[in-house]
């Protein structure tokens, strides 16, 4: 079998830090090569996804002290449900409002001053309305954003399952 049961937490922890920036890759990827442009709302997500990206990271390091990687992989529970929060009121709420101004990601991104820190990263270059109109396959940003995130949970539990964490 490719995946081995008792190993299959690092290798959990590995697949999640990877694919969570390659998610970013892929953002970056449409934004600067294809023109799509960020809202708010994205770029958050693309900060959730670098901040489970260093949490997976940093847990498959720890990989051998199982409560290191148990509190990593509960951090990349809670951060994907968080990301998965912002990518349904992206597609619910936000999406159908003419500014993102004042709401809860513009504030966040304000206060941390990301967009100046590293801009190419972070930088808002729509609102949420128009963001709302790229698609992927057929599907908005979010809706993909949000199915990563999902995984991301999904691997997260089954790596906590008393079945894999020998």
Do not use: N
């Not at 693309?46 to 148990?70: C, D």
């Not at 349904?88 to 809860?104: G, I, N, P, R």
């Amino acid at each position: 079998m490719f995946l081995k049961v008792s190993k299959f937490p690092e290798q959990a922890l590995a697949g999640i830090g990877l694919g969570s920036l390659a998610a970013v890759a892929f953002a970056l990827v449409a934004q600067h090569g294809f023109g799509v442009k960020p809202c708010p709302w994205c770029v958050m997500q693309r900060g959730i996804f670098l901040l489970i990206a260093a949490v997976a990271l940093l847990g498959w390091l720890f990989k051998r002290q199982r409560p290191l990687r148990t509190a990593s992989l509960l951090a990349l529970l809670v951060l994907a449900v968080a990301g998965l929060a912002s990518a349904y009121y992206q597609h619910e709420v936000a999406s159908l409002m003419d500014t993102c101004k004042l709401t809860f990601a513009e504030t966040v991104l304000e206060a941390l001053d990301l967009e100046m820190r590293w801009p190419f990263v972070f930088m808002v270059t729509a609102t949420c309305k128009e963001a709302a109109a790229y698609r992927l396959l057929g599907l908005p940003y979010e809706i993909w954003s949000g199915l990563s995130f999902l995984l991301v949970g999904g691997l997260s539990l089954l790596a906590l399952s008393k079945k894999t964490q020998r």
